[in-house]
C-alpha cells in the first residue's frame, strides 16, 4: 500500500487528512488575511504545537509551487505574445519589522542610510533584527517577494534579473538609478521639485506626465504589511517561506487550474475574483 503523503513535505503527517484541504482552502477565500497557527488551532481544535507543524509544512508547499510560478511567468514574460496590453513591471523595497530603539538598547542604529532600521547598532553586535523585502509584481498579474540583507545593486539587480526579462517594461522610484541595461526601465523622482514657486514639490513626483508611477508595487507593499500585522514578529531565517506563502496565495488568482483545484471547484468565493 502507498501513502499518499510519501515523499512530499506530508511524510509522517499523524492527523486527518481532511484538515490539509480544509485549511487550505480557508487559507485562499481568506487572502489578503493571513491564518495563523494559533488561528488553526481554534478552528481545528488542535493542540499548537499540531497546528504549528501543519502550518510549517502549508509553507512548504506553497513555496515550492510559488517557485513554479515564478519560472513559468519568466518564460511567458521572455516570448511574449501578440497583445495590446503589454505587461509593465514594478518594483520597489519595504522594512517589516524594524528594529527599535529598545532592541538597541536605547542606542542609536547602525547605518544612518535607508537600511538602517533592520540592523542593531554595532556596539551590541550590528546583526540584523528585521526584514527587508524586494517586491516584484506585474500591474494586473503576479507578485514575488524576496528577503535581501541590504537595498543596493548587487540585491536588487540579481533579483530583478531572476524574475522579470531585461525586454520587459520596468517601473519604479528614484532608488534603481543603477540598472543601465534595461532598455524599457522608468522611474519616477518621488523627491521632484515643483517648477511653481507657489509650490514645494511637483505632483509628477507619484506620476510623471509618461504615465511612469510606481503605485503598483506601493500597493503590494501595503498588503503585505497588512498581512503581517497578524504575526508578532517573523524570524529573519524564516522569513523567505512567509513571503512565499502570502505570495503564492496571492498569484493563485491568475492561475484558473490551481485556483479551481485549491478552493475545491468554487471560482466565485470571497477573496479571489476573475482574472477576467
Do not use: C
Request: hydrophobic share 35%; glycine share 6%.
Amino acid at each position: 500500500m502507498v501513502s499518499l503523503t510519501a515523499n512530499t513535505p506530508f511524510q509522517g503527517y499523524k492527523s486527518n487528512l481532511a484538515y490539509i484541504s480544509f485549511i487550505i482552502w480557508d487559507m485562499v477565500n481568506q487572502y489578503p488575511k493571513i491564518m495563523t497557527s494559533m488561528e488553526i488551532s481554534r478552528k481545528l481544535n488542535l493542540s499548537y504545537k499540531t497546528s504549528f507543524y501543519l502550518k510549517k509544512r502549508l509553507k512548504i508547499i506553497f513555496s515550492q509551487l510559488n517557485e513554479t510560478l515564478k519560472r513559468n511567468l519568466y518564460v511567458e514574460l521572455k516570448n511574449p505574445v501578440e497583445s495590446d496590453k503589454k505587461p509593465i513591471a514594478v518594483a520597489d523595497s519595504v522594512v517589516l519589522y524594524s528594529s527599535s530603539l529598545r532592541a538597541n538598547k536605547h542606542r542609536s542604529r547602525r547605518y544612518k542610510t535607508g537600511t538602517a532600521s533592520i540592523y542593531a547598532s554595532n556596539s551590541i553586535g550590528g546583526y540584523q533584527i528585521g526584514s527587508l523585502i524586494h517586491t516584484i509584481g506585474i500591474n494586473g498579474g503576479m507578485t514575488f517577494y524576496k528577503s535581501i540583507p541590504l537595498n543596493n545593486q548587487e540585491y536588487l539587480g540579481k533579483d530583478l534579473d531572476d524574475k522579470i526579462p531585461k525586454n520587459v517594461t520596468l517601473y519604479t522610484d528614484e532608488g534603481y538609478t543603477f540598472i543601465w541595461d534595461r532598455p524599457n526601465h522608468k522611474m519616477v523622482n518621488h523627491s521632484r521639485r515643483s517648477n511653481d514657486s507657489r509650490y514645494n514639490l511637483s505632483r509628477e513626483r507619484w506620476v510623471t506626465k509618461e504615465g511612469v508611477s510606481s503605485n503598483g508595487a506601493e500597493a503590494r507593499n501595503n498588503i503585505l504589511k497588512q498581512s503581517f500585522r497578524s504575526y508578532g514578529y517573523v524570524s529573519l531565517k524564516f522569513s523567505q517561506l512567509y513571503l512565499d506563502e502570502i505570495s503564492f496565495l496571492g498569484n493563485i488568482r491568475f492561475v484558473p487550474e490551481l485556483r479551481s483545484l485549491l478552493s475545491l471547484g468554487e471560482v466565485n468565493f470571497v477573496g479571489l475574483g476573475n482574472k477576467s
